[in-house]
């Protein structure tokens, strides 16, 4: 007996997925499915489970920062199948060190934000224990 696989619509995708029906085309058109996008009758696309995954894996690489043209190279390499692994592994090496760099940017942000805040938090302690209402702070921003 065959198997039935459920599909989904354009509409369903970009519901499950938080991506608009306009990125999924995109994505279509761009050549990042690592299989194709069938139809329906009508010629309406009809996604499965297996694309939702794929997505998944494309927004995070995505929302980490990776280019387009690096996600569609990794998913020409998934498409090629077994054999290209280290090409893959170097391609989600180098993102990795890009991450990487960005997390200590953003740490490096963060600590100062931090120390910023506590330091206003400390002034308007200082202004409410104060009898005066304190005085003008010396802080330059």
Known sequence: MAEVTATLSIGQVAER???SVHALRFYEQQGVFVSPV???PGGRRSYTEDDVDWLGVCIILRASG??????RRYADL???GAGNEEERLALLREHHEQVTG?????TQC???I???VGVYEDLLEQ???SPAGGAPSADRG
């Open 17 to 19: 997925t938080g991506l």
């Open 38 to 40: 069938r139809r329906g």
């Open 66 to 71: 990776m280019p387009l043209p690096a996600l």
């Open 78 to 80: 998934v498409r090629e």
């Open 102 to 106: 960005q997390l200590g940017r953003l």
């Open 110 to 112: 963060l600590d100062l």
């Open 114 to 116: 931090t120390f910023k």
């Open 127 to 129: 202004d409410r224990l």
